[in-house]
């Protein structure tokens, strides 16, 4: 059982809400090597992270959440907080499921000693395929360093060793390959293909 469990949420094809994977996985290069710790990529998974919860004492959790402040606002919110900021203004399914899986865990039993959300205003999330747009990027290194510092008040510290062999995503996964091998909108439209429509018309 891991002490300590980082757990990305969100979906790394609608643009910002990936932007809580994008974090994890920043996060497992300077932490996979520490027994103490799991670095999870949640994505939308819902119920089927209970086990994880159920293993742990202390969660950190990196997501976009919509706490109505400009685009790339970063925020963190601890214990009691966290179930109503996922849920205040929900972004996608996985919150509102997520928030169940909280309070799944209580009925079962399970106690988190401490929880901690570190969110990210996002801007766009109905851009699919897309990546983080500028604003929100430029807050997935404070958060990650935000991070860091709920870790060290938690006794955790970064790996001072090379950065591991493995991802906690595939290859195909990362931020630079994915921006990079993104279709032009000509070649895959976004928001529907239009010549796709008009076939289905005639």
């Not at 996985?25 to 949640?42: H, I, M, R, T």
């Not at 899986?101 to 801007?123: F, K, R």
């Amino acid at each position: 059982m891991a002490e300590v469990t980082i757990l990305g949420l969100g979906n790394l094809l609608w643009a910002d809400e990936g932007v809580g994977v994008r974090a994890a996985e920043k996060l497992f290069e300077q932490y996979a090597d520490n027994e103490k710790v799991d670095v999870v990529d949640g994505g939308t998974q819902g119920l089927a992270l209970l086990p994880w919860l159920q293993q742990t004492e202390k969660l950190l959790i990196m997501d976009a959440i919509d706490f109505g402040m400009a685009p790339g606002s970063l925020a963190m919110f601890r214990d009691e907080q966290v179930p109503a900021y996922l849920t205040a203004k929900k972004l996608s399914l996985h919150q509102t499921s997520f928030s169940e899986v909280l309070a799944l865990l209580q009925l079962t039993g399970g106690q988190l000693s401490e929880i901690v959300l570190i969110g990210v205003q996002p801007e766009c999330l109905d851009d699919y395929g897309g990546s983080l747009t500028p604003q929100v990027r430029a807050q997935l290194m404070p958060a990650v360093y935000l991070a860091q510092e709920v870790l060290a008040q938690w006794g955790i510290t970064a790996s001072s060793a090379a950065l591991p062999t493995e991802r906690l995503n595939h290859y195909s996964l990362c931020m630079e390959r994915y921006e990079d091998e993104r279709p032009d909108a000509q070649s895959a439209c976004r928001v529907g293909d239009i010549r796709v429509l008009q076939r289905e018309k005639s």
